[in-house]
Structure formats: C-alpha cells, structure tokens
C-alpha cells in the first residue's frame, strides 16, 4: 500500500478509528524512518462537537510527534456545516449527504496541500458494508463498481493514491485495540448523524451479527464480488464514469458538474 520514502496523510478526525491508524503507521514506519506522516484534520464547522476533538488529535499527535493541520469547511467551500444547515432548501438534502460530499474534496484538498502521495483513512468493514447498502438502495450502482479493495492502490487526481488499511477490521476491533493501548478519543456522536440512512443499516447489521456471528465478513466478502463485477462491467462498455472533469472547478467528476459544486450552488442560492 505504501511505497519507499512517500509520503502519508492520514485523515484524523479525533474518533476511534483515525486515532489508531495514525498510531499503527506511526509505531510501523518509525522503524525504517523512510516515510513522512503527516495527520489531516477537516473541521466541519460544527458548534460544541469538532472543538473536543481537535484537541484530542492535537493532543495525540503531539504524543505520536506526528505534524498535523487543520481544515476547515468554511476556508475551503465558504460556509460552515452549521451554515449548511440553516440554508438547505429541505431535510431531503441530509445533514450526511452534504457533508460527505464536502469532507471527500477537503481530505483531497488538504493531502495535496500538505505534499501527499499517500491519503490513508480508516474505513472499517462496518464503513464498507454500510457504504454498499447506502449505494445499493439509492440505486447509485456506478459508484459499487468503485468500492472493490484494489491489491495495489489506483493513483487517482494528480497522482495521490488512497488506501484504507482497516478495511477487514470490524469496528468493534478497532475500538478494543483502542482501549487497550490507552488512545483518547471522543466518544460523542455527531448531532446530525441521526439524519442519515447509515444509522439504520449500522444497528440492522450489528442486530444481524449478534444472531449470526461472522455474517458481516461474509457481507464485505460478497459487496467485493459484486464490486468486482459491476467494475468489469464498466471497463468493458468504456464507462466514463469519473473520467470527466467539473466545468465550474476542474477536479474529476462523473457528470459536467462535481456534486460539490452542485451542493455549494443549491446552499448559496437559498
């Protein structure tokens, strides 16, 4: 996943997850001393949450002797999460759907401003799975065929590479091995998350996993597969899929507008 003498950014939020990936690379890498790591961290603008978790990826980074910057939502598109918020035309634009779109970009943006070649993150099979379900009943089958865990990481946008180095680790693993090794991070939940269908296949798979221990991994297992099929799919046909650039920004997108230019243009016009 990780090539001699790049460099990393790994995207910390202040959660379980980033925490203990920064830690991992941190504790592997330090022995070669051949690979730069540099922690990311995007503030969404979110009043009363983001603030704890700063300090906490501060505090850890400092721990680690780990450079880290922050980015904010509002330096990068204008506007805050909160800000997004109050000028959404309805509920049916979500809370998640904005701010996915938004963190993407700002992860992109934030590793190729720091030097990256590498942009880790810590997506777990939970993440994944939940991911699939997500795509599967918005009918957004596109996107499957871009989910398949790649042996070797594509360069994508000028060359970064992405690598989610967690990705067969159950969420609930991460967060022994987090408590375990004496990591702080912030338990609170984001006050928007409930908005989001995520919620709903996290605690219907976590239901399914307690009547059928080891019915996840063969979730992820299948999601690869269909992943896998639908990507042939739409190498076969010459999908264009992504190979397109936004006409308002220049960065790759599947239609003549990204969805980030799309959502800031719904946001700003209210």
Do not use: W
């Not at 995520?198 to 009547?211: A, G, I, M, V």
Request: hydrophobic content about 35%; charged content about 25%.
């Amino acid at each position: 996943m990780i090539g001699y003498g790049e460099r990393i950014a790994v995207g910390v939020s202040g959660g379980k997850d980033s925490l203990t990936l920064l830690s991992v690379l941190r504790k592997i890498l330090k022995k070669s001393n051949r690979n730069d790591i540099v922690a990311i961290t995007i503030d969404e603008g979110i009043e009363g949450y983001r603030d704890e978790s700063v300090c906490i990826v501060e505090n850890h980074c400092k721990k680690l002797e780990v450079p880290f910057k922050i980015f904010s939502y509002k330096e990068l598109f204008g506007m805050s999460m909160d800000e997004a918020m109050l000028r959404r035309p309805s509920k049916k634009t979500s809370s998640c759907s904005m701010c996915g779109t938004f963190r993407r970009r700002a992860i992109d943006m934030a590793a190729k401003s720091v030097g990256a070649d590498v942009v880790a993150t810590a997506h777990n099979l939970d993440d994944h799975i939940q991911t699939f379900m997500i795509n599967l009943f918005s009918g957004d089958i596109a996107r499957i065929g871009l989910m398949h865990p790649n042996p070797s990481p594509i360069e994508y946008d000028g060359g970064l590479k992405k690598i989610k180095p967690f990705l067969e680790l159950y969420e609930n693993e991460i967060v022994f091995y987090a408590f375990n090794s004496g990591i702080e991070f912030q338990a609170e939940e984001c006050p928007y998350m409930n908005e989001s269908i995520r919620s709903d296949f996290r605690t219907f798979l976590n239901e399914l996993e307690k009547l059928h221990p080891g019915i996840k991994y063969n979730c992820y297992s299948s999601v690869n597969r269909i992943s896998k099929l639908v990507q042939n799919s739409q190498q076969q046909n010459s999908s264009p899929y992504l190979k397109k650039t936004c006409t308002k920004c220049g960065n790759i997108s599947n239609n003549e507008v990204c969805s980030v230019c799309k959502t800031i243009f719904l946001l700003e016009t209210q």
